[in-house]
């Protein structure tokens, strides 16, 4: 890649801007109150912003190796207590992908350094559902159906959080697991009841 051709497309995305609304990158400075906030995976083919039709300042993004929400990874409950709680978002999405890297290398046998311990993660959820997936025989179609589940548990990572429940009982914020098909471009709605997944996890992950 030339990285003088970024500056050249940035001075480009200047001018279009500029051309449209003259106030446009200063009251892009003003502050943001996006409704939304985008927890997907680092890969490059899969752009937040890009595949919703959304720009500057109406999502707020965090991305990482197959689109994880840990409450080890300090990084991730970060945004989602600056989101929720400052930001103040009326939804959360969790957005994998099909032919996802992260997913697939997951399921390898290989020594990958420290991805092993990141990975593991999704190692876990291979666990949890393995009746379902053993039962599928083709590859493809397995890792497809892992890339799903990851998205719901990881989904359920966050309705164990103490900021989206309190926001779920304060405001009706909404938590939604989605897949972007890479291959046609589209966005899919797994449509998880999270209201039942609640119910169970507040059982034992009540906070106050």
């Known amino acids: 890649m030339d990285i003088k051709r970024v500056f050249d497309n940035n001075e480009k995305f200047v001018k279009a801007k500029l051309s449209i609304d003259k106030d446009y990158f200063e009251n892009l400075g003003k502050g943001q109150s996006p409704e939304l906030l985008y927890i997907g995976c680092s890969d490059s083919r899969v752009t937040a912003?890009?595949?919703?039709?959304?720009?500057?300042?109406?999502v707020f993004v965090h991305r990482n190796i197959a689109n994880?929400?840990?409450g080890n990874d300090l990084s991730a409950m970060s945004v989602v207590e600056y989101a929720v709680v400052h930001l103040k978002v009326n939804h959360v999405v969790v957005c994998g992908h099909y032919a996802c890297g992260g997913v697939k290398a997951a399921m390898q046998s290989a020594d990958l350094g420290i991805l092993n311990s990141w990975l593991r993660n999704i190692r876990d959820v291979y666990r949890i559902h393995k009746d379902e997936l053993n039962a599928i025989k083709d590859e493809e179609k397995k890792y497809d159906r892992l890339v799903e589940l990851n998205v719901k548990e990881q989904c359920v990572n966050l309705l164990k959080t103490a900021a989206v429940q309190k926001a779920y009982r304060d405001r009706g914020l909404k938590v939604h697991g989605w897949v972007f098909d890479v291959h046609t471009g589209k966005l899919i709605d797994l449509k998880i009841d999270f209201d039942h997944y609640l119910e169970d996890i507040m059982e034992i992950y009540h906070l106050d």
């Open 49 to 58: 912003e890009d595949l919703m039709g959304l720009g500057p300042g109406e």
């Open 68 to 70: 994880m929400v840990s």
